[in-house]
């Protein structure tokens, strides 16, 4: 496909993968209905299918596009420009968001009602506190995902002589698998992060995949076999609890839903799609917030609490994309560092 349809293909899979983001992080049955309703079953059973199952490829898709598009092209001369491109569209914004939502704690557990929503207690509002918020994600749980890009980014001069010969890099992927079968936690670095991202990277390394990657038309059959495969990893793996067949489920169920859907098919993404980042950055706490105000007022009720789960992207994005569009208007700089220079 042409490079702009390319880009406007990563900009509505990177915003489909921010709304799946917000279904997974979005669970209110129990919160709602407790654990013993009677309907809290089947409003579990149709959340946890939308959040833990088809949201599951969101994280990993992220992972595979940030290494694909890193490698994408990539020579040795190369590397120091993308890394520092990476500073600005990942680092900053990872340091500032940390920092803004210890600020919003530190603020909201001062105040009567919000600090009874939060329920975290006073939070200390000091630099070995703030350093630390920012450092270790400590107020901004979903970023643990960041973190681990940050890492997977600075360890480009690292990974890329050894992705580039295909010896090296069956040891590698090999070492991974048997990490993640034996739950061998590395320093730092998730293992199943390390193969989503090298999957991506070596996938833009090789002309075969990466013209099949970047075709412009749709690939049913490969794409429905890669979804049909992903569905049946994922059942065995319920029936064993084996963890490396839920990574593979991921991976495959990401790359199967990329070929499925040609590139040459989407219509331009709208201006909404290029906040992803923003969006992504945000909903933690207004989901938060949105299910824990609708469980004071709507306790016990499925309706309500399926309703706003089913809802909740929207719900999300209705509310951040005016924030967005103002401070874009009115603060282009701000913006620019709020959502990561997209």
Not at 102 to 125: C, D, E, N
Not at 300 to 326: C, D, E, N, Q, R
């Given at each position: 496909?042409?490079?702009?349809?390319?880009?406007?293909?990563?900009?509505?899979?990177?915003?489909?993968?921010?709304?799946?983001?917000?279904?997974?992080?979005?669970?209110?049955?129990?919160?709602?209905?407790?654990?013993?309703?009677?309907?809290?079953?089947?409003?579990?059973?149709?959340?946890?299918?939308?959040?833990?199952?088809?949201?599951?490829?969101?994280?990993?898709?992220?992972?595979?596009?940030?290494?694909?598009?890193?490698?994408?092209?990539?020579?040795?001369?190369?590397?120091?420009?993308?890394?520092?491109?990476?500073?600005?569209?990942?680092?900053?914004?990872?340091?500032?968001?940390?920092?803004?939502?210890?600020?919003?704690?530190?603020?909201?557990?001062?105040?009567?009602?919000?600090?009874?929503?939060?329920?975290?207690?006073?939070?200390?509002?000091?630099?070995?506190?703030?350093?630390?918020?920012?450092?270790?994600?400590?107020?901004?749980?979903?970023?643990?995902?960041?973190?681990?890009?940050?890492?997977?980014?600075?360890?480009?001069?690292?990974?890329?002589?050894?992705?580039?010969?295909?010896?090296?890099?069956?040891?590698?992927?090999?070492?991974?698998?048997?990490?993640?079968?034996?739950?061998?936690?590395?320093?730092?670095?998730?293992?199943?992060?390390?193969?989503?991202?090298?999957?991506g990277a070596v996938l833009s390394m090789?002309?075969?995949?990466?013209?099949?990657?970047?075709?412009?038309?749709?690939?049913?059959?490969?794409?429905?076999?890669?979804?049909?495969?992903?569905?049946?990893?994922?059942?065995?793996?319920?029936?064993?609890?084996?963890?490396?067949?839920?990574?593979?489920?991921?991976?495959?169920?990401?790359?199967?839903?990329?070929?499925?859907?040609?590139?040459?098919?989407?219509?331009?993404?709208?201006?909404?799609?290029?906040?992803?980042?923003?969006?992504?950055?945000?909903?933690?706490?207004?989901?938060?917030?949105?299910?824990?105000?609708?469980?004071?007022?709507?306790?016990?009720?499925?309706?309500?609490?399926?309703?706003?789960?089913?809802?909740?992207?929207?719900?999300?994005?209705?509310?951040?994309?005016?924030?967005?569009?103002?401070?874009?208007?009115?603060?282009?700089?701000?913006?620019?560092?709020?959502?990561?220079?997209?």
């Open positions: 496909m042409r490079e702009t349809q390319f880009r406007n293909k990563i900009t509505w899979f990177s915003f489909a993968f921010s709304l799946l983001v917000i279904w997974v992080h979005s669970y209110n049955a129990v919160l709602y209905l407790g654990d013993t309703s009677l309907a809290v079953d089947l409003v579990s059973r149709v959340e946890r299918g939308l959040g833990e199952g088809v949201g599951q490829i969101a994280v990993p898709g992220f992972f595979m596009i940030s290494g694909y598009l890193f490698y994408r092209n990539c020579t040795w001369d190369k590397i120091a420009s993308k890394l520092k491109r990476r500073v600005r569209s990942v680092l900053v914004p990872y340091i500032v968001w940390n920092f803004l939502y210890y600020l919003g704690y530190v603020i909201a557990s001062r105040l009567p009602w919000l600090g009874q929503v939060v329920g975290k207690g006073v939070i200390p509002f000091n630099l070995l506190a703030a350093v630390d918020a920012i450092i270790h994600y400590t107020y901004n749980y979903v970023f643990w995902y960041l973190f681990q890009l940050v890492l997977l980014i600075l360890l480009a001069p690292v990974l890329y002589p050894v992705l580039r010969m295909k010896g090296s890099r069956v040891v590698l992927f090999a070492f991974l698998w048997v990490c993640v079968a034996l739950d061998i936690r590395l320093p730092y670095v998730n293992a199943d992060a390390l193969i989503y991202y090298s999957t090789e002309t075969v995949w990466r013209e099949r990657v970047e075709a412009p038309v749709h690939s049913y059959l490969l794409g429905s076999l890669m979804a049909g495969a992903s569905i049946l990893v994922y059942w065995m793996g319920l029936r064993k609890i084996w963890i490396p067949c839920f990574v593979v489920c991921r991976l495959l169920g990401a790359a199967s839903v990329w070929l499925l859907i040609p590139g040459e098919s989407l219509p331009e993404a709208r201006p909404y799609m290029h906040a992803n980042f923003f969006l992504y950055a945000t909903h933690f706490a207004q989901v938060r917030l949105i299910n824990k105000v609708g469980a004071r007022f709507f306790t016990g009720s499925p309706a309500v609490a399926l309703g706003l789960y089913v809802l909740m992207p929207f719900l999300v994005l209705g509310i951040t994309w005016p924030v967005g569009k103002m401070l874009q208007k009115s603060m282009p700089s701000v913006w620019g560092m709020l959502n990561g220079g997209r």
